[in-house]
């Protein structure tokens, strides 16, 4: 998110041509119509001088303007604590993760293709988290055991 620029936003299109981590060129991806909505608010606020997509609102204008991780991350944990929650930025990822295994009835490669992990291994973990699918053979091979 803090790599994107205006450059690689297509509001017509509805793309964002993003870089996955260990990748080396981006791709784009889909954006829903309501994230589409937003962003394009916030280009409206942002203006349409090229650079990065997400500035900082830092007065004192350090750096390139690019918003960091750092806030990002601290932006996150503060509206996390406003609802009363603990949030961090890793943490909606892996939310949005199961979210897709849960509402695709498990569909692996549809979350492969959601979140661009290379591993399908990583989504297994996920998943097996989500159902807990561990503990539910290990109840199944015990109960098999009081025929």
Sequence with gaps: MVGLDLEDLDIVAGTLAVLGKGRTQKELVTVPAPTMAALQAWVERRGSAPGPLFRSLDPAGKGDGRL????????????????????????LRHTAITTVL????????????????KDVRVLQRYDDAREDLGGQMATLIAEDGDD
């Design 102 to 117: 849960d509402r695709s009835g498990g569909n692996i490669r549809a979350a492969q293709k959601f979140s661009r992990h």
């Design 68 to 91: 960091t991780g750092t806030a990002v991350y601290q932006l996150v944990r503060a509206l996390g604590a406003d609802i009363g929650v603990t949030a961090r930025p890793h943490g």
